[in-house]
């Protein structure tokens, strides 16, 4: 299953990307070759003869709409920009991206490879007799592929990412793991079992009520539901690894650790803090008001959640690789 | 009411971990273990818990990092958009649901633009903020638990976990539409 899920993901992303460019190729909204019509106003002592001067590329809002028809751009777009002419005398325009820069601009910078800069072309340059303003004429940096480019971009990126998360783990796993240690060999996690073995008898039927797998699991749950998810993480791959320990099939898993993960990724929390925390943030008048709604969300997520763990085990597709059945056909062959 | 037991939580939260260290390990010396060997043995294993889930986190990352990055969300919430309006979900808040179980990051950017455009106490604001808190980022905890235990074949954790998050946005939709409905 994850297999397919996966593959789909990579695949739809890539299509999605081809399509997507090819579009763009055919309806041109970034207008690669058109050049654009505006006037910059020049900063300084301004000359013809020198190398490179700055100004402000000035154009209307109306101009730009109507151009890339896109929205934005205001009454007026005054961007920064630096010309600099070189010596077979074609000039070329950098223009510095800031917080009123319009959105295609940015994101034709940003698919550039310089990402706070936009490069373009001028075409033609007229100065006024006094040579405050020029009008010029300005042709973009030819802009092709953007989403085949955000999809290379992302593929590294996010690569990088895992292993920042996964060394980030080291500390609190190496603290939590510590900690279960030692409350494991003072007999600590088998009487915090012993108290939800009523429970966890009829969640967890393949594992003994006793387990030091039951242990963790109720640790893992209980910090997840207070919203301790530092502590939560290592908890739960302790209970993973003792659940592997019962495990007869390694590399596959067992029915305990679906149900296991189908609470865990239901994520049944008793105060959302991220989400109250964001609506704070943007200024509600209560955030807590989700606190209700996000229990009854993620309770429902729960429920439904081991019926439908419970159910999809007894399916052909997945009893056929279940670990515990496999072991106990072993058995029944050996005798 | 709810204020209560929010500061209940609250208070709960933050004086669990002490709490927590000092009782298992204070119990642990009243058991007469040797309390710092014996953590030393145990945290010993965070390192290469942490270095075996890296594969499972990279697949499973750069997987959501090229679907996301594709725009992919857009066209799927274009197909899926006929189906919210039975249900009554607003459109706005489909990529939301679409995007919570597979990435947190993701999901939490949406819920924020979500409440600058519409604000944090429409109708849209809450239930992408209940949304937000009705489910887990189900990919990432696969990657991560199974990877720690070197599991390959994850059965039918997948639908089962998806599921779950259905029904947990179908739950905020349910309880939203009732409470704060329009």
């Known amino acids: ?335 | 009411m709810s204020e209560l037991f929010r500061a209940a939580v609250n208070i709960l939260s933050i004086v669990a971990i002490p709490l927590i260290l000092l009782s298992f390990l204070g119990w642990g010396i009243v058991k007469k273990v040797k309390v710092y060997e014996v953590f030393v043995e145990g945290a010993k294993d965070g390192f290469q818990v942490a270095v075996r889930i890296i594969p499972y986190l990279v697949a499973m990352l750069v997987a959501i990092g090229i679907f996301r990055a594709s725009g992919a969300m857009d066209v799927l919430s274009m197909i899926l958009a006929p189906a919210t309006n039975l249900i009554g979900m607003p459109a706005e808040t489909l990529p939301m649901a679409l995007m919570r179980p597979l990435s947190g990051s993701g999901s939490l950017g949406i819920m924020t633009e979500l409440m600058k455009v519409h604000g944090p106490d429409s109708f849209i604001g809450v239930l992408a903020s209940t949304m937000y808190g009705s489910t887990e980022t189900t990919f990432y905890v696969l990657a991560v638990y199974f990877g720690a235990v070197n599991v390959r074949n994850t059965r039918h954790a997948l639908p089962a976990g998806l599921t779950a998050d259905l029904f947990g946005m179908l739950g905020a939709v349910f309880i939203t539409r009732i409470l704060f409905g329009l």
Request: charged letters at 20%.
């Open chain 1, 1 to 335: 299953m994850l297999n397919y899920v996966w593959i789909s993901l990579i695949a739809i992303g890539i299509l999605v990307a081809v399509g997507s460019d090819t579009k763009d190729e055919i309806e041109n909204p970034y207008r690669n070759g058109v050049p654009v019509e505006a006037r910059i106003e020049v900063h300084g002592r301004p000359s013809t003869e020198m190398a490179s001067w700055e100004g402000d590329l000035v154009l209307s809002g109306e101009y730009y709409r109507a151009f890339y028809s896109a929205q934005g751009g205001g009454e007026e777009i005054r961007q920064r920009v630096k010309v600099t002419t070189a010596s077979t005398g074609s000039s070329v325009l950098m223009m510095n991206m800031d917080d009123r820069t319009p959105e295609r601009w940015k994101l034709m910078a940003s698919s550039g490879g310089t990402k706070d800069r936009l490069k373009g072309f001028l075409k033609t340059v007229r100065f006024t007799e006094e040579g405050s303003t020029a009008e010029v004429t300005v042709e973009f940096e030819p802009v092709h592929f953007v989403k085949l480019r955000a999809i290379t971009h992302a593929a590294l990126d996010y690569a990088g990412t895992a292993v920042t998360i996964a060394l980030g783990l080291i500390g609190i796993m190496a603290l939590w793991l510590g900690v279960m240690k030692v409350a494991e060999e003072a007999g600590l996690i088998r009487s915090l079992t012993k108290l939800l073995t009523p429970l966890t008898k009829r969640l967890f039927p393949e594992i003994p009520p006793d387990h030091p797998a039951v242990g963790a699991m109720i640790m893992n749950i209980s910090a997840n539901m207070l919203g301790l998810s530092n502590a939560a993480t290592p908890f739960g791959l302790k209970a993973m690894e003792e659940l592997n320990k019962l495990n007869p099939k390694a590399g596959t898993a067992t029915n305990a650790m679906c149900t296991f993960l189908t609470i865990n990724t239901a994520g049944l929390i008793l105060i959302p803090a991220t989400a109250i925390a964001v609506r704070a943030a943007a200024g509600s008048v209560n955030p807590g008001i989700i606190i209700g709604t996000s229990i009854f969300g993620a309770g429902c997520a729960t429920l439904f959640g081991l019926i439908a763990v419970k159910l999809f085990q007894r399916l052909p597709m997945f009893r056929r690789d279940d670990p515990g059945l496999a072991s106990a056909q072993k058995e029944v062959s050996r005798v």
